[in-house]
Nanobody, 115 residues
């Protein structure tokens, strides 16, 4: 069974940076696709960034050039470096992992971008 635990959310001013971290507990990390989703107020959960088990990366258009996802298969961690944050990035961010048709989710961490 997979357990995902996020950390690193918080309050930041526009233009600032945050780094989210996620620890994966369980097996088969190296075979899993991993990444981050977010749910902005009044919106559905959406993909932010993911890295497949073949190390292919995918980003939402709205974060390209500002956010970078990292995976460390030895440490079983998934990080999200967020730069030049905007108020529209305010959301609950969820760590995600998928192995075949089974998805796992973290509990979410709040990121608030406001002046």
């Amino acid at each position: 069974q997979v357990h995902l635990a996020e950390s690193g959310g918080g309050l930041v001013q526009p233009g600032g940076s945050l780094r989210l971290s996620c620890t994966f507990s369980g097996s088969m990390f190296g075979f899993s696709d991993v990444g981050w989703y977010r749910q902005r107020p009044g919106n559905q959960r959406e993909l932010v960034a993911k890295i497949t088990n073949t190390w292919r990366s995918e980003y939402a258009d709205s974060v390209k050039g500002r956010f970078t996802a990292f995976r460390d298969d030895a440490q079983k961690t998934i990080d999200l470096e967020m730069n030049n944050l905007k108020p529209d990035d305010t959301a609950v961010y969820y760590c995600w992992a998928a192995l075949r048709d089974k998805e796992s989710w973290g509990q979410g961490t709040q990121v608030t971008v406001t002046s």
